[in-house]
Every structure is written in structure tokens, then in C-alpha cells.
């Protein structure tokens, strides 16, 4: 079946440009994960969505970050007046509902964001 | 401040012996514990987890020991593969369905 997508792969931006990036998570996954990795650095939390719950938004690194998930599927991350310590790896991720046998977080291939 | 660590930034073994991969954590709270490997320009790709109720799981090659007490865990894969080489990421989290936090990986290199 079909994985998590992401768009665009890559995007390179000017400082000071907002950016949009999109996530689609498999098909009947009901919590979606945004993650980034900056180079030489291990996956970094950014924000959760659970279901029609409030999303732990409790990564974003400040208020220029926000996302949204739309009908519960797909989902967009905004970064407002990007800088250049915003490039990065961005990774969306999606699980199965709790309750589940299997509760692990399965990746889309990500976006590489560049901020010249 | 660091709750995951994967103090080896590289690891190279040769076809056909056994890979070691070590992950040390300091949250004592997470009770979920995941190996993800990720080849370049792709996305993590989940391996195997353990939790906490347990100290070993196995999958074919791969096997994750936990050691609770020590706050360590570590991924055996036997025999390696050069289709392995690709930097392994090892996870924690407190619930099943629950943020991950993730180490800063370790780069594989299986030479035939």
C-alpha cells in the first residue's frame, strides 16, 4: 500500500520567504508526526496530532512554526520568515490508531529545506 | 541535554560477522525503546522495538537487548549484510503512541 508522501522534496527558500510543506500519512493512520533533522543531529520533535485531539505542539522550536491537519489526513507546516538555522530535514510521520498491535512511526521520505 | 545517546558516530564490520550497535538513555520514563534505519535521501525505516517488560527481542537478523538497570540497549545484527550500511537510529518514548526521541544515529558500514 502507499507510504507517507511528502512535498516538496526539496525547496530552497530566501531568508525572510514563508514556506509550506505537506504531508500525506497512510491511509486510516489517525496520528501524524512532524520531526526535522538538521545536518549531524538525531530527529527533532516537533509537533503531534492524535485524532480530532489538540495537537502537542509542545516542539516547535518558536512561533513562526505552525501546522495544521485538515479532515484528519493531510497536514501542513508552516514556517513564517524563515532563517537560515531552519534548514533542515523536514520528516513527517504517521501511526495506527491506539489499540493497535503495532504503535510504530512509519516516515515519509522528507523535505530538504534550504534558506540562502 | 541529551535523553538519547549513540555515542559510536560509526561502526565497521565486515560481511558475514555480528554488528553491535549501542544506544544509552537517561529518561527513566521511557518504556518503549525502537530502531529505525535510514538510507540516504530517504526516509527512517522502522527495524524492530522492545519494551520495557521485556530485556530481548528478535526479528531473523536482528535483535534488540535491553538492559533497564544500565539504561542501555543494543541492536545485533547477525550475519551483516552490505545491504545494512546505513545509519541506525535508536528511539525512545514513555507510551506506545507517543512522541519519539530519537539519538543522533550511527553510521554502518558492512564491507564485503
Known amino acids: 500500500g502507499a507510504g507517507v508522501s511528502q512535498s516538496p522534496s526539496n525547496k530552497v527558500t530566501e531568508k525572510g520567504k514563508d514556506v509550506e510543506l505537506r504531508c500525506d500519512p497512510i491511509s486510516g493512520h489517525t496520528a501524524l508526526y512532524w520531526y526535522r533533522q538538521s545536518l549531524g543531529q538525531g530527529l527533532e520533535f516537533l509537533i503531534y496530532f492524535q485524532g480530532n485531539s489538540a495537537p502537542d505542539k509542545s516542539g516547535l522550536p518558536s512561533d513562526r512554526f505552525s501546522a495544521e491537519r485538515t479532515g484528519g489526513s493531510v497536514s501542513t507546516l508552516t514556517i513564517q520568515r524563515t532563517q537560515q538555522e531552519d534548514s533542515a530535514v523536514y520528516l513527517c510521520?504517521?501511526?495506527?490508531?491506539?489499540?493497535?498491535?503495532?504503535?510504530?512511526?512509519?516516515f515519509g521520505p522528507g523535505t530538504r529545506l534550504t534558506v540562502t | 541535554d541529551q535523553q538519547v545517546k549513540q555515542n559510536s558516530p560509526s561502526l565497521s564490520v565486515q560481511e558475514g560477522r555480528i554488528s553491535i550497535l549501542n544506544c544509552d538513555y537517561t529518561?527513566?520514563?521511557?518504556?518503549?525503546f525502537l530502531w529505525y534505519k535510514k538510507y540516504p535521501a530517504e526516509g527512517p525505516t522502522f527495524l524492530i522495538s522492545?519494551?520495557?517488560?521485556?530485556d530481548k527481542n528478535e526479528d531473523g537478523r536482528f535483535t534488540v537487548f535491553l538492559n533497564k538497570s544500565a539504561k542501555h540497549l543494543s541492536l545485533h545484527i547477525v550475519p551483516s549484510q552490505p545491504g545494512d550500511s546505513a545509519v541506525y537510529f535508536c528511539?525512545?518514548?514513555?507510551?506506545?503512541?507517543?512522541?519519539?526521541?530519537f539519538g543522533k544515529g550511527t553510521m554502518l558500514l558492512v564491507s564485503p
Open positions: 528511539a525512545a518514548s514513555p507510551r506506545r503512541y507517543s512522541t519519539l526521541t
Open positions: 529518561n527513566s520514563m521511557f518504556d518503549y
Open positions: 522492545i519494551s520495557s517488560i521485556k
Open positions: 510521520a504517521s501511526s495506527p490508531p491506539p489499540g493497535t498491535s503495532h504503535y510504530e512511526q512509519y
